[in-house]
């Protein structure tokens, strides 16, 4: 995030629901390290432009954003935190198979996360191998 000709990184992360047009929506949260401003940063992928925006709110705005989206928080930043240690709580799941000679043998279920954090959770043998 940037202010004060200052680049810092955001205290808070909120990960939005998509809405019907917009996807991957985060607002970042910060205050400026120099002027100590509120700062909100809004970013999302327009679908019917297909194209990623970014949109800075200062201040009161900062605050009204905040209160617009907090509806919408799917999780933070701080809240996986705290909830779990590394890996930062589990986002999604992720098979992988594994192959050998064109066939599958394996299949390994991944634990991914936000932060590309995987762990692997359960590997299944294929039972005719
Ligand atoms: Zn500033």
């Known amino acids: 995030m940037r202010h004060c000709n200052s680049v810092f990184k955001a205290s ?3 990960f939005l629901s998509d809405s019907e047009k917009y996807a991957s929506r985060r607002l970042y949260i910060a205050n400026c390290p120099i002027c100590n401003k509120k700062i909100a940063l809004y970013s999302y992928f327009d679908t019917s432009s297909k194209a990623y925006f970014e949109q800075y709110f200062y201040s009161g705005g900062a605050v009204r954003i905040k209160e617009k989206l907090k509806k ?12 779990y240690k590394a890996p930062y709580g589990f986002k999604y799941g ?4 594994i192959k050998k000679d064109g066939k599958i043998i394996a299949i390994e279920q ?4 936000f932060w590309g954090n995987k762990v692997l959770v359960k590997k299944i043998q294929n039972e005719k191998e």
């Open 72 to 83: 919408d928080i799917l999780t933070t930043m701080l809240g996986f935190k705290t909830k």
């Open 110 to 113: 991944y634990a991914c996360d």
């Open 12 to 14: 808070d992360i909120w």
């Open 94 to 97: 992720k098979n992988v198979e």
